[in-house]
Every structure is written in C-alpha cells, then in structure tokens.
C-alpha cells in the first residue's frame, strides 16, 4: 500500500473536502483516518489538506505544477473506489 501513495514528482498540493457528520462524507471520512498517515509519512513534503464544512460533497483536488487543477467527487463512492481515485490523481 505505501508504494500507492507516493506521489509524482509534479504534485504540489492535495486537498480533501467533505462533510465532517453527513452520511454522504462517511467513506471519505474512513479513507482518510486509514490512509492519511501513510500518505503524509510517503510525502512529509506535500502538502494534504483536510477542508470540513457543513453539508459539503466530499471532492479531491489535485494541484500540479504550472497551476494546473484536477478535481474528482467522492459522493457516493466506497473506501476502496475513493483510493482508486485518490491514486490515480496522485500519479498524474
């Protein structure tokens, strides 16, 4: 699983938005609390932001080099799609 979560040389930014009580932010909520510190001990150097705001659909983003932005929604999604997505922006 740690070779899952080390991060492209051109990532600069990954920020997590999501609900901190609503049923629709729940498999964000325990993606995070498993695989955060992974992520955070494969990459001390990039910033992972945790954003939570009442009734806010859970979403990814991705911010690369030269300002580009990728996004990807999580509503709806189990823990293991959301590593999926999750990874996939990551590699990028």
């Known amino acids: 699983m740690s070779g899952r979560y080390a991060f ?3 990532l600069k930014e990954l920020r997590f938005l999501f ?6 932010s729940a498999a964000t909520r325990s993606f995070l609390t498993r ?10 150097s990039i910033p992972i932001l945790l ?4 009734g806010t659909l859970p979403r990814v ?3 690369y080099e030269f ?5 990807e929604s999580l509503e709806g999604l189990s823990d293991k799609q959301i590593e999926e997505t999750v990874t996939k922006l990551v590699k990028e």
């Open 8 to 10: 492209a040389k051109g």
């Open 19 to 24: 609900c901190q009580t609503a049923e629709h």
């Open 35 to 44: 695989a955060y510190p992974i992520m955070k001990k494969n990459n001390p």
């Open 51 to 54: 954003r939570e705001a009442q």
């Open 61 to 63: 983003y991705a911010r």
């Open 67 to 71: 300002g580009k932005e990728t996004s």
